[in-house]
């Protein structure tokens, strides 16, 4: 079936180890972006990309990475993992950035840092 | 800037009866608005969304809501809960045409629906 695919559905790290969190998507969509989610908080922005070779940061950037080399991934990469990084993770996509486009979410990625 | 406040973090009901979900936005802008659900352990749905057309919008599984410039509201309804949606809400605001997509989560309010 088509839509968003996150790798790991879960981690644990320990403080200052490295990790990264996968997305795929088969829909050829343009924008992609990562999003945590956090109790009470609802979900809030990382970073986001919208084409291949342009990302942004996000409303929450700090202690995060992530590339855009092909249409289909967009990889979050944490360099050193720390306890408030602890969280669940959503990448989403939708086609391009004009009207109101949806956005199609991942499953998540249950992050736990000790 | 743009904000969403939804008033209540936690709504119980029992099976049958109506269900409102309370969401109210400020935006500088002409916003548009949108409903998500995310059942346990699952990624956001998309329950429906508001485009500056119609003020009443209907979605899926039953929901409605109504958008109110004057009040800057956008609650949810249905008219008879089902135990099915049990799930938590979230509604969101994008401003129009906004750089990057940002769009920005209300709190949540999570749903408990007695038998």
């Known amino acids: 079936n088509a839509g968003v695919t996150q790798t790991p559905k879960f981690q644990v790290l320990k403080t200052g180890q490295s990790m990264t969190l996968q997305c795929a998507q088969d829909m050829n969509h343009e924008y992609m972006s990562w999003y945590r989610q956090d109790p009470g908080m609802g979900l809030r922005l990382i970073h986001y990309?919208?084409?291949?070779?342009?990302?942004d940061q996000g409303e929450v950037p700090n202690g995060y990475n992530v590339s855009r080399s092909t249409t289909e991934d967009f990889p979050l990469r944490l360099l050193s993992a720390a306890p408030s990084q602890t969280s669940v993770y959503f990448c989403a996509s939708t086609e391009n950035l004009s009207g109101a486009n949806v956005l199609t979410f991942g499953a998540g990625s249950r992050l736990t840092v000790l | 800037a743009q904000s969403v406040t939804q008033l209540d973090s936690h709504v119980s009901v029992s099976e049958g009866t109506p269900v409102l979900l309370r969401c109210n936005y400020s935006?500088?802008?002409?916003?548009?608005l949108f409903w998500y659900v995310q059942h346990p352990n699952k990624g956001l749905q998309l329950l429906l969304k508001?485009?500056?057309?119609?003020?009443l919008v209907k979605g899926i599984n039953g929901f409605e809501a109504e958008f109110k410039k004057s009040e800057t509201s956008f609650h949810l309804t249905k008219p008879s809960a089902h135990m099915s949606d049990a799930a938590e809400y979230f509604c969101?605001?994008?401003?129009?045409?906004?750089?990057?997509?940002?769009?920005?989560f209300g709190g949540g309010t999570r749903v408990l629906v007695k038998p």
């Open positions: 990309s919208v084409g291949a070779g342009i990302t």
């Open positions: 508001y485009t500056s057309a119609a003020t």
């Open positions: 969101v605001v994008r401003r129009a045409r906004a750089a990057g997509n940002k769009l920005t």
């Open positions: 935006s500088s802008y002409s916003p548009s």
